[in-house]
Nanobody, 116 residues
Framework: EVQLVESGGGMVQPGGSLRLSCVTS????????MSWVRQAPGKAPEWVSGINRRSTSAYYADSVKGRFTISRNNNWNTVYLQMNNLKPEDTAVYYCNVDLTGLRYWGKGTLVTVSS
């Protein structure tokens, strides 16, 4: 069974930092590209960042470029999202996800709230 479990969310003031983690199981993690997607209240999901299998390429939405860093540890089957200089507009539920043979799997998400 494919499982993705996000953690690390919380409430932080503008300018603060958080590090999200997503622990995975049920598939060969080292063979899959991974992504983070977020959904703000009342808005459509927004792709945030992606990383390839060997961490040689990382991609970011313009809205987070320069502030967020995606990484992974293939020994621990875990993908991370380091978020710095957080802004109120970063408030959302953050999900990691993976595409396995055309099926996209999601975790339950972790809530990030940026507010003073």
């Amino acid at each position: 069974e494919v499982q993705l479990v996000e953690s690390g969310g919380g409430m932080v003031q503008p300018g603060g930092s958080l590090r999200l983690s997503c622990v995975t199981s049920g598939f060969t993690f080292s063979e899959q590209n991974m992504s983070w997607v977020r959904q703000a209240p009342g808005k459509a999901p927004e792709w945030v960042s992606g990383i390839n299998r060997r961490s040689t390429s990382a991609y970011y939405a313009d809205s987070v470029k320069g502030r967020f860093t995606i990484s992974r540890n293939n020994n621990w089957n875990t993908v991370y999202l380091q978020m710095n200089n957080l802004k109120p507009e970063d408030t959302a539920v953050y999900y990691c996800n993976v595409d396995l043979t055309g099926l996209r799997y999601w975790g339950k998400g972790t809530l990030v709230t940026v507010s003073s």
